[in-house]
Nanobody, 124 residues
Framework: QVQLVESGGGSVQAGGSQRLSCVAS????????MAWFRQAPGKEREGVAA???????SYADSVKGRFTISQDNAKNTLYLQMNSLKPEDTAMYYC??????????????????WGQGTQVTVSS
């Protein structure tokens, strides 16, 4: 069955860096689009970054220039490198897969598989 397992979350001070990983299994990773979403307490889920099946990327304005999404097809792993972290980046981060269209989007409804999430906490 499909599995998405995130790791790499934790606590970090503002200005620091973290790298999230998402190991995928049970579907053809290289032909799927993948994305990272986040949700803070009391707030709606928001798209952070997405990557097409051809490697094209897109980012939320709030993270452009600070976050980088990438993937290693040989390891079936999605990454999110987060630099210059801010307290407002504190949230649960989720990995998501769209195994149908292969087109990256920030619309969560386009993704048919989700991981369990990993918490990122940024202190000031």
């Amino acid at each position: 069955q499909v599995q998405l397992v995130e790791s790499g979350g934790g606590s970090v001070q503002a200005g620091g860096s973290q790298r999230l990983s998402c190991v995928a299994s049970g579907f053809t990773f290289r032909s799927s689009s993948m994305a990272w979403f986040r949700q803070a307490p009391g707030k709606e889920r928001e798209g952070v970054a997405a990557i097409d099946s051809d490697g094209s990327t897109s980012y939320a304005d709030s993270v452009k220039g600070r976050f980088t999404i990438s993937q290693d097809n040989a390891k079936n792993t999605l990454y999110l490198q987060m630099n210059s972290l801010k307290p407002e980046d504190t949230a649960m981060y989720y990995c998501a897969a769209d195994t149908v269209t292969g087109i990256a989007t920030m619309d969560g409804y386009e993704y048919n598989y989700w991981g369990q999430g990993t918490q990122v906490t940024v202190s000031s």
